[in-house]
């Protein structure tokens, strides 16, 4: 079992709430002859793909090497771009930028490879996932539950809560260092396996839970997965609940991942898309209110990606 056991101190990987006054280091917005290529083909955006957008399909590789692989691990593109499209041709606009970060993967049994994130008034206290909710908190990666997570995660707004539903961002290095400056055994058992509960999405025969530790170190970079949750339900499905010493491990990476002081905070706005790395990039959001109308609530599409 490889161990990061130093401080990091590249200020890409390890970063604080210093990032609310520098928005210019991570939201960005594409230029005119990538948006130009999506006008000029907007009559068969459903039927098109990355490849028919050559400076679009450049400009999003070198985002993703700039701010994904390398860089902060996250940035924003400012939705003011699209201005020119109606809402119902956003949808494609996202499924094709996202594309261009790598392989869209499916995302649930459903087999759907864009997954609409609205609150259907579910609680995950019993069973819903977190994106079927207005609850807020339990920042995480996504689909930890799963032996294979996406490496990318894309999240388009195509409408803002009434109040609330902030984005927050935390870098898992500066988890880790916080980690490693207050308790070396805590980090230790950090690398140990934990079981993921699958909510019940797994075939017949398949184990309900995915045994997996919290932290990797491979290939010289750090990995995550976590949703707290998740990790206390899938301990309790294999009759294994946390001991003492085990929620208390925890409770130190809830206490310091939902410390202001670690974070970065947006609210993303109409058409904004946000992307990030999901083995270093920890998000979350703020609880949020709806509108009373349908049309008008909290609404968000969802892409997992694959790196290519």
């Excluded at 690398?191 to 797994?202: C, I, L, P, V």
Aim: hydrophobic share 35%.
């Amino acid at each position: 079992m490889n161990i990061l056991n130093e401080m990091i101190e590249d200020k890409n990987l390890v970063w604080d709430k210093s990032l609310n006054n520098q928005i210019e280091k991570f939201q960005v917005n594409l230029d005119t002859k990538s948006i130009n290529e999506l006008i000029e083909n907007r009559e068969n955006l459903t039927n098109s793909s990355i490849d028919d957008y050559p400076c679009l399909k450049n400009e999003i590789m070198v985002l993703k090497t700039n701010y994904l692989t390398n860089g902060y691990g996250f940035l924003i593109i400012n939705g003011i771009c699209f201005k020119d499209f109606k809402k119902e041709e956003m949808t494609e606009v996202f499924r094709i930028i996202s594309a261009g970060f790598g392989k869209l993967i499916i995302q649930n049994i459903k087999k759907e490879k864009l997954v609409v994130i609205t609150n259907e008034g579910k609680s995950m206290k019993t069973g819903g996932r977190y994106h079927q909710t207005n609850e807020g908190g339990s920042y995480h990666t996504d689909s930890p539950q799963w032996e294979k997570v996406p490496d990318f995660v894309g999240l388009f707004c195509l409408n803002p809560a009434k109040k609330g539903g902030t984005s927050k961002y935390v870098s898992a290095y500066t988890l880790h260092n916080e980690i490693l400056k207050s308790n070396v055994k805590i980090l230790q058992d950090l690398y140990t396996n934990f079981h993921f509960d699958k909510r019940g999405e797994f075939d017949e025969g398949e184990s309900p839970t995915t045994f997996k530790p919290i932290f990797e170190f491979m290939n010289n970079k750090l990995k995550f997965r976590y949703l707290r949750n998740y990790i206390d339900a899938g301990q309790k499905l294999m009759n294994l609940p946390l001991s003492t010493e085990q929620n208390f491990i925890l409770d130190k990476i809830d206490e310091i991942i939902h410390d202001d002081n670690f974070s970065v905070s947006y609210d993303l706005k109409q058409f904004d898309m946000t992307f990030f790395n999901n083995h270093r990039t920890i998000h979350g959001r703020t609880g949020f209110e709806d509108y009373e109308e349908t049309e008008m609530r909290r609404l968000m599409i969802r892409s997992w990606i694959r790196d290519q």
